[in-house]
């Protein structure tokens, strides 16, 4: 028998769904919230350029310009930034100024849909 829990959750706005989901995730990413804040703001930033090829996006997304709309947004400092891609990058969430393809989370039609698998294990 398969249970599924089904529990919606109003967000407003892309920007703070990708927080959310995030901080959903952050036990399992083991990430401070500073860090978390830039993950999710770089998901975002992610997701808002969908449309243009791999190589070109990550650019963008890491580029001098979106590293100071970053701390804008955030109201961190370039160091603190810094810091915490150096964080994302030791957890490998960034690797080589890229989100891996198993991190790229992108929405449709509004709407981001979390499974979760918990599995029993009878070794313990």
């Known amino acids: 028998m398969r249970n599924r829990i089904n529990v919606p959750i109003p967000i407003k706005g892309k920007q703070k769904l990708y927080r959310a989901y995030v901080e959903l995730l952050q036990p399992l990413l083991k990430i401070r919230k500073r860090e978390a804040d830039v993950y999710a703001y770089l998901l975002y930033l992610n997701n808002e350029k969908k449309n243009l090829p791999d190589n070109d996006r990550f650019d963008l997304i890491f580029s001098t310009k979106y590293r100071n709309v970053i701390t804008e947004e955030l109201g961190i400092a370039k160091s603190v930034?810094?810091?915490?891609?150096?964080?994302?990058?030791?957890?490998?969430?960034?690797?080589?100024?890229?989100?891996?393809?198993?991190?790229?989370?992108?929405?449709?039609?509004?709407?981001?849909?979390?499974?979760?698998?918990?599995k029993i294990d009878n070794n313990e």
């Open 81 to 118: 930034l810094q810091n915490c891609f150096s964080e994302l990058r030791k957890n490998s969430l960034i690797v080589n100024n890229q989100i891996p393809e198993g991190h790229q989370v992108f929405i449709d039609e509004n709407t981001l849909d979390i499974t979760f698998k918990l």
